[in-house]
């Protein structure tokens, strides 16, 4: 049986062209439905023609009508209000109504999120939904980072939330069995920190998961923790500071590469070399960020997402939608809630 | 004439080896004497080994007796107290003295920091002194960060301060004309942010400066700004992610590089392609973080410091010495601490 899953047609910087293209790449390797939502108009001839471009005749995918779409640089409560016919929201709408297993958009995030919490809303007890960042890592084992989008200012009790959220989705959705949870601080020992991971620590410790106790920034890359918990401020300036370096590293191993044709000559000898180097650390491979404690299954990818990150953005949604994942949220929060008993 | 320079000759992982070799390389290649602080009956053979070695007879090295030394996992606050003759400490008095015009250690950070603070004091108007990290961007000019030496839950005046010194140090030392500062946050408009920022944004906004308003983690690496200040944990953060992510890319890059033999004589072909990247991005180029706001010259490197690493670290302490910069930082604190005027 096919699950559906409803794609933001006009999400990426590109769009519509990686989202018609990453839809048909999902609908041939895994068992979805598409649907795409946007213009009909714009969709219907460029979704034919990619169709005839790969010989494709038939394949599970619906175009739905949404006749606005939320650009990357709207402020994202003005453009929630005043959309009130955006793709996202018509998405999302699909979600809440059972017509849909997931969404996924690799549109404005900040759009995304606020229209994901206010058409689907949280799931109960959980005060605040929490994005998370899918890293690679040296052990070839993703991590786990949330909040990176953007929950400010967090109480311990959202932290204690974060971790309970991450770590479920890392056990049902990346089958990782007894994840090992970490806080994010600036030493390990636990008077180390500052006042919100110093108050959030007994929370996380009293918590029934496999607690690390606090971490540091190098381990969100060296494969030491599954999850790591901080607040969105902190996750969001740590992912793109990794955004910025990895972009750095990238440009100046270029730049050397072809300072001389010795060097030219090396670089076309390990082309393979550095292409899986590249796949190793791409993002797109790890297809977008899902974002917890909603109603609903939502996934937020790059705004330069590519056809083979939309289709990763539908495969992480439709294995998301598959796990329970928030079924299982919603009991461990009721559990989190319940007092610790003496007896 | 010569610079006097003490060096902590027990900080470093491989402590003294690194330190006298790098000492040696800073008399030979600057105009500095170099005093090597720590146990003088293990420095004395070492040094007229690796001397001799060099085939060198005259350096203007000096060995200054200290007989204890702070270890890197040792608490900072417990370590300073109880070591009342440790190298840190008996080459921060010599900088108080005026026997030298500035210390460099690649120790234990902590300790060095609350050493520096006990024994040189913070210079007026500074309530918080601050670590500083240089890091290389994609335009080839460094970029200054600060704090990154865990000032944790900072006040908006703390940032305000943090703007003014790192201001001055990118003018006086970096030679760079009117740098530009950003406030680091979530996103560009004066709005995005968390509450310090959000109130430490109009502060930094009527100082005398090129402020360029609020800037995100990429922003670090990308040339767009000269000095970025922060609170000291996401300061810490952002540093050890950046390590972190670093440290994932050279391990990926060798072994995708050795995992063919065509890539292995790619990569031989590319051997000096691949040392200009790594330079370009080796933080033992910047040679250590100075400590901005004590009433001295203090430097800290990476605990990792090469003899090369070492050199550089003498090398910022002498420029930051020549520079004057901490009677401009006084000289700048004064002057914002003045109310605005209205008329």
């Known amino acids: 049986m096919l699950i559906d899953i409803a794609l933001d047609a006009m999400g990426s910087d590109k769009a519509p062209e990686p989202e018609i293209r990453g839809a048909i790449l999902a609908c041939r390797q895994l068992e979805v439905r598409v649907h795409l939502v946007g213009p009909e108009r714009t969709l219907r001839p460029l979704l034919a023609k990619q169709m005839h471009r790969a010989g494709l005749r038939h394949l599970p995918i619906k175009i739905v009508q949404a006749s606005e779409c939320i650009g990357m640089d709207e402020k994202a409560v003005q453009a929630v209000r005043s959309k009130r016919d955006s793709s996202m929201r018509v998405g999302l709408k699909m979600v809440r109504e059972g017509a849909v297993a997931g969404f996924m958009t690799a549109g404005n995030t900040g759009a995304a999120m606020a229209t994901a919490k206010m058409v689907l809303g949280a799931l109960p007890g959980v005060d605040r939904p929490a994005l998370v ?85 190098r381990d969100i890359y060296n494969g030491n923790a599954d999850v790591i918990v901080c607040d969105g401020f902190i996750g969001n300036v740590a992912l793109k500071t990794s955004e910025g370096l990895a972009r750095l590293v990238r440009d100046s191993l270029r730049e050397s590469l072809t300072s001389t044709v010795t060097a030219q000559v090396g670089a076309l000898l390990s082309r393979k070399a550095f292409n899986d180097f590249k796949k190793r650390l791409d993002h797109s491979e790890y297809g977008g960020a899902p974002l917890l404690g909603v109603r609903g299954v939502c996934i937020v990818g790059h705004g330069s997402s590519n056809d083979v990150a939309i289709m990763n953005g539908i495969r992480v949604a439709a294995e998301f939608a598959q796990a329970g994942v928030n079924a299982r949220i919603e009991q461990s929060m009721v559990v989190a809630d319940t007092p610790v008993s003496n007896y």
Chains 1, 2 share one sequence.
């Open 133 to 217: 960042a899918i890293l690679p890592t040296s052990t070839g084992k993703p991590c786990v980072l949330l909040d990176v989008g953007a929950n400010v200012d967090c109480k311990p009790k959202n932290l204690e939330q974060f971790a309970v959220m991450g770590e479920m989705y890392a056990r049902s959705v990346l089958k990782i069995g007894r994840p090992r949870v970490g806080l994010l601080s600036i030493g390990e020992e636990e008077s180390k920190g500052n006042d919100l991971t110093r108050e959030a620590f007994p929370l996380l410790k009293q918590l029934p998961i496999n607690f690390l106790g606090n971490v540091e920034g």
